[in-house]
């Protein structure tokens, strides 16, 4: 199993209608067929000092196996979610799970 997991920091100038677009663009994403399990999600604004809130979006992807992964990021909507929300974000951060 491979789990997939990215956080996104959108620009402070984003518009309520662009957070939509994006997160339409994130449900795209994890159409994959090589996407075994996926959950989108906001901070949970959780209140203790080891907890990161202050990205805009997150994603975890679990995938059968990292050939899977290696072969959703070079699919058509992978692609396709880069082509429509890529301009939307100004850092990304990836942390991936081989399990």
Known sequence: ?????????????????????F???LQHLLKD???????????AMTDRDV??????FGVVAVF???EAH???????????FLQMCQDLWSRVQVYDLQH
């Open 1 to 21: 199993m491979h789990t997939h997991t990215v956080f996104f920091w959108l620009w402070k100038t984003t518009s309520q209608a662009q957070r939509a677009e």
């Open 23 to 25: 997160r339409k663009g």
């Open 33 to 43: 067929p090589n996407v075994r399990h996926a959950t989108i999600g906001e901070p």
């Open 51 to 56: 907890v990161d809130n202050s990205y805009d």
């Open 64 to 66: 059968d196996s990292l």
């Open 70 to 80: 290696n072969a959703y990021q070079v699919g058509r909507h992978h692609d396709e």
